[in-house]
């Protein structure tokens, strides 16, 4: 099956199947957890070597990592800003005490690098979790990722075909 890697084709389609989306989210909650997990993770390893971050950076474009006060504390270290410096041009705090990278886009984002990579948020590394436990937990992230993610847009799609087209098939 062809991977789709075009941002512009990837959000169309995440469009026009956000109902088939939310459908299929429906019956993941009703599989095994686990099961599901061996899957996702097979198909990351299939699919994200395939797909080159650095020239996607779309999660850099359209969303905005929390930073617990640890990163804040690295990334002032690493900037030589104060901490109220750098909270006032770079953060948003949403709810008390929780703290967001300005944007999107990041402003650390330049020229299609992140230029503060040894020091970003965790929640930056982990992007786009599928690598993590806990796929079906998490279906609401994945579902509105597909329009912005190739490599989650990818495994979504090979998942409805392993585990739901079939099974629907052989009804
Ligand atoms: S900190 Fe770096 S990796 Fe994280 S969103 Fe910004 S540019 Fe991307
Ligand atoms: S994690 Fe996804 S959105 Fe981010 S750069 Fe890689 S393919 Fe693009």
Redesign the pocket.
Known sequence: MKLETDLKTIKRLAEEREDENWRFRTFLKQCDNKEIDAIVHRLLEEIAPQIDCSTC?N??ME?H?ECDEAEIERLTGLLELSKEEFKERYMVERGEGTFY?QGPP?P??REMR????AA??QG?RDYPYLHKEDFTFRLMAVVSNCAICPIVFNVYERLKKEVWHRRTQRR
């Open positions: 950076r999660c850099c969303l990592p990278i990041c650390f984002l992140c230029t503060i990579e970003r948020p930056c």
